[in-house]
Nanobody, 120 residues
Framework: QVHVVESGGGLARPGDSLRLSCVVS????????MDWFRQTPGNERDWVAR???????GYADSVRGRFSISRDNAKNTVYLQINNLQPEDTGVYFC??????????????WGRGTPVTVSS
C-alpha cells in the first residue's frame, strides 16, 4: 500500500560525496515529517537528520556541516546529501517517512535501507 525505497548508497572513499534518495509511493496523499537514520551491525539505529513538513531541518552533531537534507514534495521524495565522507559514516541508511495515506490515519513507515561503505 505504502512503499518507502531508499537508493544512492554504495562504496565510497574518504572525502567523497553521495546523494541518497528516499521515494515514497503507493496510495498516498503527501509526505509529512521525514527522517534519516543509520545503523551498523550490532548497534542501535541512530538518528541522523530530519526534515519537518513545516520546513524545519535538524542534524545530529556528528554530521552537522557535512550532511544536508532536502525534499521535493511534488515527487514525494527526500534527499540526503553527504559530503566529505568519513569511515565512521559507514552503515545502512534508513528513511523514516511520515505519510498521509489516501485511506486511514497518517503514520510512519520504514524503508529497507541503502548501505554506505566508506573505506580507503
Amino acid at each position: 500500500q505504502v512503499h518507502v525505497v531508499e537508493s544512492g548508497g554504495g562504496l565510497a572513499r574518504p572525502g567523497d560525496s553521495l546523494r541518497l534518495s528516499c521515494v515514497v509511493s503507493g496510495s498516498i496523499v503527501r509526505i509529512e515529517d521525514m527522517d534519516w537514520f543509520r545503523q551498523t551491525p550490532g548497534n542501535e539505529r541512530d538518528w541522523v537528520a530530519r526534515s519537518l513538513e513545516a520546513g524545519t531541518e535538524g542534524y545530529a552533531d556528528s554530521v552537522r556541516g557535512r550532511f544536508s537534507i532536502s525534499r521535493d514534495n511534488a515527487k514525494n521524495t527526500v534527499y540526503l546529501q553527504i559530503n566529505n565522507l568519513q569511515p565512521e559514516d559507514t552503515g545502512v541508511y534508513f528513511c523514516h517517512a511520515g505519510v498521509r495515506p489516501v485511506f486511514g490515519q497518517p503514520g510512519f513507515y520504514w524503508g529497507r535501507g541503502t548501505p554506505v561503505t566508506v573505506s580507503s
